[in-house]
């Protein structure tokens, strides 16, 4: 019998992608393009094919080419930047969704966490969920009862074990959701970034229960963004870069190879169209050397570099906009509004390297929004999303663990300039400043 | 940990268009996951009402009553072989509510549980399939109703009683055919989820629930027996109220035979598209 227990061959995974042409300006072209589609959607139901939004398709391969295998026992991580295949991968080796061309041998039973919590139902207890996310996770009757009470220490939420979960704090209930996925008995395990969760404590807790799986001589496959739990975790890495597999080997040179990868692919040349006056040709992400890169060291200032044309015309701004992953704006910087640092006003090509001020960014993906115009009258060149980055770990004072954006609580920690002190008040003195 | 042994040595190929040979053996496979899911929409389904159960109670006999005011009393139709007209439509709301419960949570449910479908593994035929058991749930508590009924209009069923578990099958297996067709089109488009509600309010009407079969002119009841759910009807109201009730034979047979080819276009329709369930949902 073989030792390979997973073998993928030229696996490739195809989807059709909607485009919105452009905005429409007016209620006629509106229309049009309403009806245009209303048509074409008709005609595909009629194909039998899937409503694509938009108003043309493009094939978009999300994996191509990727071979590799895994022997019993590897303890195995996928890296990448979003997009780049790892969660089309994850499903393909779950089952969710099928290869479009080659072909992936597995040998063994496959549970995998794309996300943990899975199938959980609201107005079921502590109790009820675990069953039914035990069941969903492939776990039989017998399995989940044998191990429950394990799972509900491990999950520390004895007390409101027979609560309905949606009066749970989400702390509880990534707890409870983490403590069965923990428990699963199968040869091999298919694990995506669930580690994200909870306080450091627990997350601590969450790492030594994967060591502890890893080393119980199953087979592991695991996705992150957390460098360290990757290093400490796992030999070998696969990384994957825009759907291909661009190394596959020693977790270390896998690393490097990613970060080294980030920084070539940032300098492709982009077609962003052109403003009327200023048209913003290249915008960079660039480290304290000035060398362009795809991610955000956070704690250290943050530079753009940017590139751009003007017909002379005077009057404009060079404005940014930081967006979280939500695409939500969270911050904005003008050369206008916060400074008088008017764009030259002799024709020509122009570059310049924005420094800001330090920030805290929250682990997570940003982009930045570089527009040009009249501030607050005209744009003139806009283009959403630029500059795409991340921000791999933000641990300001060196805690440890990585503050992140989908904590929900926000996308910047803020940072104390001088020590907190508590002293005492006491009774009879007088409250506050004075 | 024996039945981790035994699938470990299993061999599993994914590839394109790759008919999975093992379905159904998955699908059993997977029976403790369809329990579950079952009794999870059981649990939670009266969970924060204030009545409760008493929901599966009071609506089909609102209905029946309704029923019985409008087409009894006030349009004067005819009963069957002289049976109390609230009897002969409760008989015949039993098998169209089973049908249209069915039918509108399993064609909803794959779309509904979408959080599952995208995550995790599984025959995704357990799904619709689950719904099933709710709607034998309430089916079962109606049971109790016209039990009621009937002993309050003195009302005694023959030996045909014994024969109903068979009707209740097929009532079944007629609502799951196009149920899984159009679980499966609703993941594609979504259009058809205002589709089936509408389809099922015409359904009411069409078929004979509010009145007997026998007042449809004889030169039409072959034709209108292409409704599965007449030859269905009459079953079960042969089989509870009696000889009474016959059953038209033709008729029944061509709504065989209707359920069947809607069987049959059901599973192959989801059979085929559920592979791609979670890249359209």
């Known amino acids: 019998m073989s030792d390979t227990v997973i073998r993928a061959e030229k696996l490739g995974k195809k989807f059709i992608i909607g485009h919105y042409d452009q905005r429409d300006t007016m209620f006629r072209e ?24 938009g108003d043309s398709a493009e094939e978009f391969w999300a994996l191509r080419d990727v071979d590799f295998e895994i022997k019993r026992g590897e303890l195995v991580s996928i890296i990448g930047h979003n997009g780049a295949g790892k969660s089309t991968l994850l499903k393909i080796l779950s089952r969710i969704t099928e290869p479009t061309e080659g072909r992936i041998e597995i040998t063994g039973r496959v549970t995998s966490l794309l996300e943990i919590g899975t199938g959980f139902h609201h107005e079921l207890t502590g109790r009820e969920n675990v069953f039914l996310n035990g069941a969903i996770l492939g776990m039989t009757r017998a399995e989940v009862r044998r191990r429950f009470d394990e799972i509900v220490s491990f999950s520390g939420v004895e007390k409101f074990i027979d609560t309905p979960v949606k009066r749970y704090s989400m702390g509880m209930y990534c707890r409870l959701a983490f403590a069965v996925a923990a428990h699963l008995e199968s040869e091999i395990l298919v694990i995506d970034e669930v580690l994200a969760v909870g306080d450091a404590e627990f997350q601590a807790k969450c790492l030594n229960r994967m060591s502890e799986v890893a080393s119980g001589g199953r087979t592991v496959l695991f996705v992150s963004h957390n460098f360290a739990a990757v290093r400490s975790l796992t030999r070998r890495a696969i990384v994957l870069r825009r759907g291909r597999l661009s190394f596959d080997g020693p977790v270390d040179a896998a690393l490097s190879n990613y970060t080294a990868a980030t920084t070539t692919s940032a300098q492709t040349r982009r077609d962003w169209g052109r403003g009327r006056n200023v048209t913003v040709v290249a915008a960079d992400l660039v480290d304290q050397q000035g060398v362009p890169t795809e991610r955000y060291e956070a704690g250290k200032p943050l530079r753009f570099h940017i590139v751009f044309d003007t017909n002379g015309m005077s009057g404009l701004a060079l404005e940014l906009v930081l967006r979280d992953e939500h695409n939500v704006a969270v911050a904005y910087y003008s050369t206008l509004v916060f400074g008088q640092a008017p764009l030259p006003t002799t024709p020509g090509r122009y570059e310049c390297t924005v420094s800001l001020d330090a920030l805290y960014l929250a682990a997570g993906s940003y982009s930045l929004d570089v527009k ?12 959403d999303g630029a500059v795409p980055f991340i921000v791999e770990i933000c641990s300001p004072n060196n805690i440890p663990y990585s503050f992140r954006q989908d904590e929900g609580v926000g996308t910047l920690a803020l940072s104390l300039t001088a020590p907190l002190e508590f002293a005492p008040v006491r009774a009879d003195a007088p409250t506050g400043h004075g | 940990m024996s039945t981790v042994d035994q699938r470990s040595s299993e061999r599993l190929v994914l590839e394109a268009g790759r008919a999975d040979r093992q379905y159904w053996l998955d699908l059993w496979r997977y029976r403790e996951l369809f329990f579950i899911l079952a009794w999870r929409d059981v649990s939670v389904r009266y969970r924060q009402t204030l009545i409760g159960i008493a929901w599966a109670f009071i609506r089909p006999f609102l209905t029946m009553v309704v029923f019985t005011v409008l087409f009894g009393q006030l349009a004067k139709l005819p009963s069957t072989g002289g049976s109390p007209y609230a009897v002969m439509v409760f008989a015949g709301l039993l098998p169209w509510t089973l049908f249209s419960s069915i039918l509108g949570d399993a064609s909803a ?7 599952l479908v995208s995550k995790v593994y599984f025959p995704r ?3 619709p399939l689950g719904t099933v058991v709710v709607a034998l749930i309430d089916f079962a508590v109606s049971l109790v109703i016209l039990a009621g ?6 009302v005694w069923p023959g030996w045909q009683i014994l024969l109903l578990p068979v009707f209740v099958a097929l009532a079944v297996i007629t609502a799951v055919g196009p ?8 993941v594609k488009y979504r259009d058809f989820r205002f589709v089936v509600p509408f389809v099922l309010q015409f359904g009411l009407y069409a078929s004979p629930v509010g009145f007997s079969s026998s007042i449809i002119p004889e030169q039409w009841r072959l034709l209108y027996s292409i409704n599965p759910l007449v030859g269905i ?28 080819g809607m069987m049959w276009w059901g599973i192959s329709m989801f059979r085929r598209t559920e592979r791609g369930f979670a890249d359209l949902i």
């Open chain 2, 149 to 154: 009924v009937m002993v309050w209009y003195g």
């Open chain 1, 372 to 383: 040009t115009g009249f501030p607050g009258i005209e744009e003139d060149h806009r283009v």
């Open chain 2, 125 to 127: 035929m357990i799904v």
């Open chain 2, 179 to 186: 149920a899984l067709w159009a679980a499966a089109i609703i």
């Open chain 2, 109 to 115: 449910s794959v779309v509904s549980n979408s959080n």
């Open chain 1, 30 to 53: 509106a229309m049009m393009r309403r009806a245009r589609n209303f048509f074409r959607k008709g005609a595909e139901l009629f194909r039998g094919q899937p409503i694509i939004e």
């Open chain 2, 233 to 260: 009807i009459d079953g079960f109201r042969w089989s509870i109220i009696g000889g009474a009730s016959p059953i038209y034979l033709p008729g029944f047979i061509l709504s065989l035979l209707v359920v069947a």
